[in-house]
T-cell receptor, first 118, second 115 residues
Framework: AQTVTQSQPEMSVQEAETVTLSCTYDTSESDYYLFWYKQPPSRQMILVIRQEAYKQQNATENRFSVNFQKAAKSFSLKISDSQLGDAAMYFCAYRSAWSGGSNYKLTFGKGTLLTVNP | DGGITQSPKYLFRKEGQNVTLSCEQNLNHDAMYWYRQDPGQGLRLIYYSQIVNDFQKGDIAEGYSVSREKKESFPLTVTSAQKNPTAFYLC??????????????FGEGSRLTVL
């Protein structure tokens, strides 16, 4: 079974600075998806960024980018120019790219609570 | 606007009572999911359904039941057999049984408190 580990329960960053959230995962599969979701105090889960394992290029979405290291099974999220609205719980998640059975589900890490200081 | 609607947002239950959480989606998605969220535990999968009239147990299905009679609806019943039901419950859906982009789309959640 796949597992996702977020080793940082809490992180803090000063406004306008850069922060990196860590995520590692364990899988025997070669093709899969990785995600970062954001959960602000409203508790609505919002997709931040997605990475397909077959793509070598790291995904970017505006101020958010990932460092995907497939061999190391590492998937970190970098937030540049941090804003007060970035304060939230961040979850890393894994999903198999193979269809069928339980492969449809997302497996989540336990989350990292990010605080942004003004 | 298309989306996922969960109701009620807050629910209080006495011990020994069953309670049903509603989840409705108008995204025309095939697959639907229920996750439970506890502090420090992340999201854990309770049940999922890839198609109408079919559903599968997730990692923590004991004490819960579901039905999928319509494509747009996936209600979750928290039974009296669930030992620790106080939690935040999230419903999600995805298109084409989960293939394609792979992401899940989430509702706003339901907070269940057992008194």
């Amino acid at each position: 079974a796949q597992t996702v580990t977020q080793s940082q329960p809490e992180m803090s960053v000063q406004e306008a600075e850069t922060v990196t959230l860590s995520c590692t995962y364990d899988t025997s599969e070669s093709d899969y998806y990785l995600f970062w979701y954001k959960q602000p105090p409203s508790r609505q889960m919002i997709l931040v960024i997605r990475q397909e394992a077959y793509k070598q290029q790291n995904a970017t979405e505006n101020r958010f980018s990932v460092n995907f290291q497939k061999a190391a099974k590492s998937f970190s999220l970098k937030i540049s120019d941090s804003q007060l609205g970035d304060a939230a719980m961040y979850f890393c998640a894994y999903r198999s790219a193979w269809s069928g059975g339980s492969n449809y589900k997302l497996t989540f890490g336990k989350g990292t609570l990010l605080t942004v200081n003004p | 606007d298309g989306g996922i609607t969960q109701s009620p947002k807050y629910l209080f239950r006495k011990e020994g009572q069953n309670v049903t959480l509603s989840c409705e989606q108008n995204l025309n998605h095939d697959a639907m999911y229920w996750y439970r969220q506890d502090p420090g535990q992340g999201l854990r999968l309770i049940y999922y359904s890839q198609i109408v009239n079919d559903f599968q147990k997730g990692d923590i299905a004991e004490g819960y039941s579901v039905s999928r009679e319509k494509k747009e609806s996936f209600p979750l019943t928290v039974t009296s057999a669930q030992k620790n039901p106080t939690a935040f419950y999230l419903c999600a859906s995805s298109p084409h049984g989960g293939v394609g982009t792979g992401e899940l789309f989430f509702g706003e959640g339901s907070r269940l408190t057992v008194l």
